[in-house]
């Protein structure tokens, strides 16, 4: 079945700094790929998507590029502030017939960004 | 609009009663999805609808479970009888496509 590994976290880093989050999936179709986001006390919200292979989604600075190639679509952004500390998950959508629509998720990256 | 809305936030039970969680979606929106996140199996589809009609329940964890959808503004999961196992966080989502999904803040639910 479809499946999405993450990194664990947490993952601290210090303002400003590059922020890598990697995330691998695996799908028996064509999956869109969607980064959310969920801030302490608080839903998911969604950070950005990407439908097809070598799209890049993108939203306030953090970006993600679908690779087909490897499976992978990382999380990206180059300069961190302390209000991105939260927890960020990667998760796919296979349209490709067999199991249920909606969301399978990765288990989360904890982010915490220090002054 | 306020974005999707779920009630209570919290919520403590003895284990055997039965709870109700629900969820008013975003207006317009045609699909709604109750996930479940705990600690040890992340974030789990449990149904989804599509007008008002129940799609796929196949997430759903056993038969003390049942989702309603009575109208486009309203939706119910119940659990009966709860056990402490089903202690978690369910999120309630809605969408104006397949995929992806505005999400509420969540029921924390306790089962003790």
């Known amino acids: 079945g479809d499946s999405v590994t993450q990194m664990e976290g947490p993952v601290t880093l210090s303002e400003e700094a590059f922020l890598t989050i990697n995330c691998t999936y695996t799908?028996?179709?064509?999956?869109?790929l969607f980064w959310y986001v969920q801030y302490p006390g608080e839903g998911l919200q969604l950070l950005l998507k990407a439908t097809k292979a070598d799209d890049k989604g993108s939203n306030k600075g953090f970006e993600a590029t679908y690779r087909k190639e490897t499976t992978s679509f990382h999380l990206e952004k180059g300069s961190v502030q302390v209000s991105d500390s939260a927890v960020y998950f990667c998760?796919?959508?296979?349209?490709?017939?067999?199991?249920?629509?909606?969301?399978?998720f990765g288990k989360g990256t904890h982010l915490i960004i220090q002054p | 609009d306020a974005g999707v809305i779920q009630s209570p936030r919290h919520e403590v039970t003895e284990m055997g009663q039965e709870v109700t969680l629900r969820c008013k979606p975003i207006?317009?929106?045609?699909?709604l999805f109750w996930y479940r996140q705990t600690m040890m199996r992340g974030l789990e589809l449990l149904i989804y609808f599509n007008n008002n009609v129940p799609i796929d329940d196949s997430g759903m964890p056993e038969d003390r479970f049942s989702a309603k959808m009575p109208n486009a503004s309203f939706s119910t999961l119940k659990i009966q009888p709860s056990e402490p196992r089903d202690s978690a966080v369910y999120f309630c989502?809605?969408?104006?496509?397949?995929?992806?999904?505005?999400f509420g803040q969540g029921t924390r639910l306790t089962v003790v």
């Open positions: 989502a809605s969408s104006l496509a397949r995929v992806g999904g505005f």
């Open positions: 207006s317009g929106h045609d699909y």
């Open positions: 799908a028996t179709g064509y999956p869109s």
């Open positions: 998760a796919l959508s296979d349209h490709s017939g067999g199991g249920a629509d909606g969301l399978t």
